[in-house]
């Protein structure tokens, strides 16, 4: 027994007799079932936690629908008398599909009553909703607590609310949009591939600009030959391989490799590694010269064609930037290619499923 529960029998809110609860201010008894029990030790919480008055909360408060009428549990009125929170109780014993009803049935009677909050409780769980009524109906979301009495009314408990109803927006939009597409195994694949590459690939630009590029620069090479792509091209073969090989088991079936011990086929796994890095960096460099078509023509010190896409790799862009701001001329071609990476890995391993399979 609860210390609620306790404090209302001391104070004589509630008398219990052998097989009977009574309700002293509302002057009202039922039978002590399990379901009874619950009600009584939600109806002590509104009194002694919410500090609602015992003249707002109503017991079996009746409800016309249609041509019969249903009892809610418990209503609390407010200060007008006017439905303020329906409270739906359950015994402790139910399960989920029962609690997922009793939410339903809730629901039903705020569509007669127009309350601003739902309670649905089995004592062991319990939750909580703001309704709210529109033009284009009801809409509901799910709060943490029900706000205590003349809480509601104060400017920091409508900023509460207010942060609730946002986090109930996106919240219903994942779970109309995102959650059913979620359980889809190859966007599950896809989710995981993206975040695999997009690390490496930041990985690798940030390793190119804080060692590689400044040994280039030291070694002479962009005054000759080479440029930043080629300097690029590195990391981007290096993040690559890298997210193929953290990926090897998601692409590569067990299936394509014939080898018994654990050793060998680790072996073999590795060299289908670097066959799939090679695949996939074909359609990569393609998809780059369609967005960074280095003229190599512009040299190692142009200045004025700096600021035109087609100079990206040269040094003058490159000299552009802050020093903390250089991961950038490896970055952005990164993010370009993220998609390419992602995509051809996956269409890859769906190609070695199917070779792995008539082979």
């Given at each position: 027994?609860?210390?609620?529960?306790?404090?209302?029998?001391?104070?004589?809110?509630?008398?219990?007799?052998?097989?009977?609860?009574?309700?002293?201010?509302?002057?009202?008894g039922?039978?002590?079932?399990?379901?009874?029990?619950?009600?009584?030790?939600?109806?002590?919480?509104?009194?002694?936690?919410y500090?609602?008055?015992?003249?707002?909360?109503?017991?079996?408060?009746?409800?016309?629908?249609?041509?019969?009428?249903?009892?809610?549990?418990?209503?609390?009125?407010?200060?007008?008398?006017?439905?303020?929170?329906?409270?739906?109780?359950?015994?402790?014993?139910?399960?989920?599909?029962?609690?997922?009803?009793?939410?339903?049935?809730?629901?039903?009677?705020?569509?007669?009553?127009?309350?601003?909050?739902?309670?649905?409780?089995?004592?062991?769980?319990?939750?909580?909703?703001?309704?709210?009524?529109?033009?284009?109906?009801?809409?509901?979301?799910?709060l943490?607590?029900?706000?205590?009495?003349?809480?509601?009314?104060?400017?920091?408990?409508?900023?509460?609310?207010?942060?609730?109803?946002i986090?109930?927006?996106?919240?219903?939009?994942?779970?109309e949009?995102?959650?059913?597409t979620?359980?889809?195994?190859?966007?599950a694949?896809?989710?995981?591939?993206?975040?695999?590459?997009?690390?490496?690939?930041?990985?690798?630009?940030?390793?190119?600009?804080?060692?590689?590029?400044?040994?280039?620069?030291?070694?002479?090479?962009?005054?000759?030959?080479?440029?930043?792509?080629?300097?690029?091209?590195?990391?981007?073969?290096?993040?690559?391989?890298?997210?193929?090989?953290?990926?090897?088991?998601s692409?590569?079936?067990?299936?394509?490799?014939?080898?018994?011990?654990?050793?060998?086929?680790?072996?073999?796994?590795?060299?289908?590694?670097?066959?799939?890095?090679?695949?996939?960096?074909?359609?990569?460099?393609?998809?780059?010269?369609?967005?960074?078509?280095?003229?190599?023509?512009?040299?190692?010190?142009?200045?004025?064609?700096?600021t035109?896409?087609?100079?990206?790799?040269?040094?003058?862009?490159f000299?552009?930037?802050?020093?903390?701001?250089?991961?950038?001329?490896?970055?952005?071609?990164?993010?370009?290619?993220?998609?390419?990476?992602?995509?051809?890995?996956?269409?890859?391993?769906?190609?070695?499923?199917?070779?792995?399979?008539?082979?």
């Amino acid at each position: 027994m609860s210390n609620y529960l306790l404090q209302a029998q001391k104070e004589g809110a509630i008398r219990f007799y052998k097989n009977e609860i009574f309700y002293s201010a509302s002057n009202v008894g039922f039978p002590l079932t399990p379901e009874e029990q619950v009600r009584a030790e939600i109806y002590v919480k509104i009194l002694y936690h919410y500090r609602y008055p015992a003249e707002r909360i109503a017991f079996e408060y009746p409800v016309k629908m249609g041509s019969s009428y249903k009892r809610v549990d418990i209503l609390i009125l407010d200060e007008f008398q006017k439905p303020f929170c329906i409270v739906e109780c359950k015994k402790s014993s139910i399960g989920e599909s029962t609690f997922e009803e009793a939410i339903e049935q809730a629901f039903s009677y705020d569509n007669h009553l127009y309350a601003p909050y739902i309670w649905v409780t089995s004592g062991k769980r319990e939750i909580f909703f703001k309704s709210e009524h529109s033009s284009q109906g009801r809409r509901r979301y799910e709060l943490n607590d029900l706000p205590k009495f003349g809480f509601s009314q104060q400017l920091w408990y409508k900023i509460y609310e207010a942060g609730q109803n946002i986090w109930g927006f996106f919240k219903d939009i994942y779970t109309e949009f995102f959650a059913p597409t979620l359980r889809k195994r190859w966007f599950a694949r896809l989710l995981l591939f993206l975040v695999v590459f997009a690390l490496c690939n930041w990985l690798a630009s940030w390793a190119n600009i804080a060692w590689l590029t400044p040994y280039a620069m030291e070694q002479k090479w962009l005054q000759k030959s080479w440029t930043f792509e080629h300097l690029f091209y590195i990391s981007a073969s290096i993040s690559t391989l890298a997210g193929i090989w953290i990926l090897r088991h998601s692409i590569i079936p067990d299936d394509l490799l014939s080898a018994s011990k654990a050793q060998e086929k680790a072996k073999q796994r590795n060299n289908w590694v670097l066959i799939v890095t090679i695949l996939v960096l074909i359609p990569v460099y393609f998809w780059l010269k369609l967005f960074f078509n280095y003229d190599t023509k512009y040299c190692y010190g142009c200045q004025p064609c700096a600021t035109e896409w087609r100079c990206w790799w040269s040094f003058a862009h490159f000299r552009l930037y802050t020093r903390p701001e250089r991961i950038w001329e490896y970055l952005t071609p990164s993010w370009v290619i993220l998609g390419v990476q992602t995509i051809s890995s996956l269409l890859v391993s769906e190609i070695l499923k199917w070779y792995a399979a008539i082979r």
